[in-house]
C-alpha cells in the first residue's frame, strides 16, 4: 500500500462527510464482495471486512467509508478502492452511512510510515498503560517489527484507546521514554 492510496481513500471519506455520495460510475466496475461480516485487518488491526470475492474467501483492505441498506446491500470504500457489497451475513450489521473519523487518515499515514504490524489479539491491553503487562508486550512486538517503534507504538496506543495520534502521543511519552533508560 502507498501514501498515494491512503491519501486517495481519505479524500473520498472527507467528500463523503461533507456531503457527496460516490454514483455508480465510481463504484459500478467494482469488485462484488458476497456474505460479508465485520473482521480485523491482521496487518493494520483495524475494521475490515471479511467475505467472498468471486468465490473465493477474503479479507480486503480497511475500510474508511460505507453505505449500507437493507441485508447489507451498498459499497465500501477501503484504502485500495471501491467494493460492491451484496448480502451480509453480519447480524451486528447497522443500516446506513459509516465514516472513519477524521483523524484515522493521520493514524493510517503514521502507520505506514513506521512500518506497522498490529501485534496478535492476546496483546492487545485491557488496563492502564502503567499496570496491564499487555502493554509492555506489545511494545516488545512493536520494537522487533516496525521500522519507527515509537510512533508505530503511538498509533498501536490511539488505536487502543480510539485517540488522535498527538493525544497518543502524549499518552504514552513516559511509557516509552521509560522503556529505554537504563540505570547503573
Known amino acids: 500500500m502507498t501514501r498515494a492510496l491512503i491519501e486517495a481513500a481519505f479524500e473520498d471519506r472527507d467528500r463523503m462527510a461533507a456531503g457527496w455520495e460516490p454514483n455508480g460510475y465510481v463504484w459500478a466496475d467494482a469488485p462484488i464482495l458476497n456474505r460479508w461480516a465485520y473482521g480485523v485487518h491482521p496487518l ?88 496491564d503487562p499487555r502493554w509492555h508486550e506489545a511494545a516488545d512486538h512493536i520494537d522487533k517489527t516496525a521500522k519507527d517503534p515509537e510512533l508505530a507504538f503511538a498509533v498501536f496506543y490511539a488505536r ?12 504514552m511519552e513516559v511509557f516509552w521514554l521509560s522503556r529505554t533508560m537504563t540505570f547503573d
Do not use: K
Not at 487502543?160 to 499518552?171: D, K, S
Open 44 to 131: 493494520s488491526g483495524t475494521m475490515a471486512l471479511v467475505g467472498f470475492l468471486n468465490g473465493h474467501p477474503r479479507t480486503c483492505s480497511p475500510v474508511v467509508a460505507m453505505l449500507t441498506g437493507p441485508g447489507g446491500i451498498g459499497w465500501c470504500r477501503t484504502l485500495t478502492g471501491w467494493l460492491r457489497l451484496a448480502l451480509t451475513s453480519d447480524e451486528l450489521h447497522r443500516e446506513g452511512r459509516h465514516l472513519l473519523p477524521a483523524h484515522a487518515r493521520e493514524l493510517e499515514l503514521a502507520a505506514h510510515d513506521a512500518g506497522y504490524r498490529a501485534p496478535r489479539r492476546s496483546l492487545r491491553p485491557d488496563g492502564p498503560i502503567g499496570s
Open 160 to 171: 487502543q484507546r480510539r485517540v488522535p495520534l498527538a493525544e497518543a502521543r502524549r499518552a
